[in-house]
């Protein structure tokens, strides 16, 4: 008797704005760590990116957006940095919900894969 053979399926969304990316799961992950950080550069440092590639996709959403989701703050004592805005924890939200509704949508139907 063969045994029966456990299927699975990846997947990876993208928000796209027109033709070009907008968010998808290092973008998202790009902002939970300024939030975590108060930085685009720590953050960089963290995804072991550099501060150019960091500022260029934070650059590019908040070109491709309404508002933008990534503001700089001015240097003062502390030095300066960089904040989530409103809109950008709502684009995070929004990523999040809809890739886990698909990931809930994928696990149900691979979980009836037979081949």
């Known amino acids: 008797m063969k045994k029966k053979i ?5 997947f990876r969304i993208w928000f796209y704005a027109g ?5 998808g ?4 992950e790009l902002l939970e760590r300024i939030i975590k950080t108060g930085s685009i550069a720590n953050a960089a440092k963290e995804m072991k990116m550099s501060y150019r590639q960091a500022w260029q996709m934070v650059a590019e959403m908040n070109a491709r957006s309404n508002s933008p989701l990534v503001e700089k703050q001015l240097g003062g004592k502390s030095g300066g940095g960089a904040i989530v805005t409103k809109a950008g924890f709502q684009a995070i939200e929004t990523f999040q919900t809809l890739e886990n509704k698909v990931r809930i949508f994928i696990e149900n139907e691979t979980n009836k894969l037979t081949m």
């Open 6 to 10: 456990k299927y699975n399926v990846s």
């Open 19 to 23: 033709e070009n990316k907008f968010l």
């Open 25 to 28: 799961i290092g973008r998202v």
